[in-house]
């Protein structure tokens, strides 16, 4: 395990080394662990730093935690800044190094939540330091959030806090969390994404259901061949491209930062120029649906009456419920879908303050870097927000390599991030909160 008290490393990486090593693996359908150490632990940070955080149980052992920092000139609309404090499942045998141990090596911090997202809490955490000592204050009022369950939906954390707790986020028009503000490299040039709007998250269940029955008999219907047929529907469709006002823009960008006229050069072709980044940007050019999880049969020469799977469907923003009618009419009628968790879609405006004030504050610190608007493929808490009026942009700002696959690092293998990149992210941070 990684010695902490190494006189070189920074404070954000300390802190999110450490919040590596609670394991706060959200396994969906209400389980989970290690949510309420977790926030109990950023509780004491907050209190060290004078704060007053409070902690929300939606159910035994799902913690999140919320404080309220006074600025200076709280007739502003406050700003949520916010993260969550689960992770997805990591599997030890498939890691170079135990995912939970919060491990620094060769100049990267890594495990499962290095990405996403325990290195944009440790950036709010050790940012929101900088701001208060001495005695100095935001610009205006935060609401610094660190959520539950957003791994699943947010059911037991942000969903729950705006439906139970919206005077939590009372005055506030804007968010800021994960997934945005990191940099990406355009064939040599250098630019950063910002996250403004996110695709819409269904998570559905197909269910084929016929007679059961020994497996020696012939049979006419049989549930797992009807699911796996549907399945198979499913997995083969190809979505056509469908630009969003967002999409449009950055394919706008895209051609002018490489001298290519988009009319000419199809979005997929432009979006594929920029490198790793592309794993993120494809998909949000066109609905997507994915199939994720098989479940049927107890016994090999029994017919099992139900046969069930999993689909992972992110429509483009305001499609949700014509992808739904496309996908119904498209597996027939001896399957049907039922949904499990059905969450809306985000575009927010590319321009405005908060987005002219974070382009500003990048320029600080890394001059003549670009700044593109992008739709993020899948969704964050802002989502939650979003129910309360309040309008979410990605901008976690990380500085990176040319050479890291950024988009593979989240729910992937191996989750790392540069420590340097940390470091950098604190101060655009810190200088975002004591300016805006």
């Known amino acids: 395990m990684t010695d902490l008290a190494r006189p070189d490393l920074d404070e954000t990486a300390i802190i999110a080394s450490e919040l590596i090593r609670f394991d706060t693996t959200n396994f969906g ?16 940070k907050l ?6 955080p409070q902690l929300f149980d939606s159910a035994p052992r799902r913690t999140s935690v919320v404080t309220r920092v006074p600025g200076r ?35 990267m911090l890594w495990g499962r939540g290095a990405v996403d997202m325990k290195n944009m809490d440790a950036m709010i955490l050790t940012a929101l330091g900088d701001v208060l000592s001495g005695g100095g204050q935001p ?20 969903h729950f806090l705006a439906r139970e707790h919206p005077e939590l986020f009372a005055g506030a028009t804007e968010a800021i969390s994960e997934v945005g503000g990191y940099s990406i490299d355009i064939e040599g040039k250098p630019a950063y994404l910002l996250q403004t709007g996110e695709k819409a998250m269904i998570w559905a269940k197909l269910v084929a259901e016929a007679p059961a029955g020994h497996g020696s008999r012939l049979v006419k219907r049989n549930a797992v061949t009807e699911l796996a047929e549907a399945v198979a529907k499913i997995g083969r469709l190809e979505f056509p491209v469908q630009l969003t006002e967002t999409t449009r823009e950055l394919i706008a960008e895209l051609g002018r930062i490489l001298g290519t006229d988009p009319e000419q050069v199809g979005p997929d072709e432009l979006v594929l120029r920029t490198g790793s980044a592309a794993g993120f940007i494809t998909a949000t050019l066109r609905n997507t649906a994915n199939p994720t999880m098989l479940t049927a049969g107890y016994k090999s020469n029994v017919i099992p009456e139900r046969a069930e799977a999993r689909i992972d469907i992110r429509p483009l923003p305001g499609q949700e419920d014509a992808v739904l009618a496309q996908l119904d009419e498209l597996i027939g009628e001896n399957v049907r879908i039922d949904l499990v968790v059905k969450d809306t879609g985000l575009e ?23 700044v593109l608007p992008y739709l993020m493929p899948a969704g964050t808490d802002n989502k939650a927000l979003s129910t309360l009026g309040i309008r979410g942009y990605g901008f976690a700002p990380l500085k990176l ?21 940390l470091t950098f992210g604190r101060a655009v941070l810190a200088d975002l909160l004591a300016s805006y």
């Open 401 to 421: 390599p040319a050479s890291l696959d950024f988009p593979a690092m989240f729910h992937g293998i191996d989750e790392r991030v540069p420590l340097e990149a």
């Open 47 to 52: 209190e060290a730093l004078g704060l007053t």
């Open 73 to 107: 000139n709280s007739d502003k609309p406050a700003l949520v800044v916010h993260g969550h404090l689960d992770v997805v499942p990591a599997d030890p045998a498939q890691w170079t190094v135990d995912p939970f141990a919060g491990e620094i090596k060769d100049g």
């Open 29 to 44: 359908e209400g389980k989970s662990k290690g949510e309420t150490e977790a926030a109990e632990y950023v509780a004491a």
């Open 348 to 370: 927010n405006p590319t321009t405005g303050e908060l987005v002219s004030a974070i382009g500003a504050t990048l320029e600080r610190h890394d001059p003549g870097v670009p």
């Open 139 to 158: 610009e205006r009022d935060l609401v610094i959030a660190f959520f539950a369950d957003e791994e699943n939906g947010g059911g037991f954390g942000s």
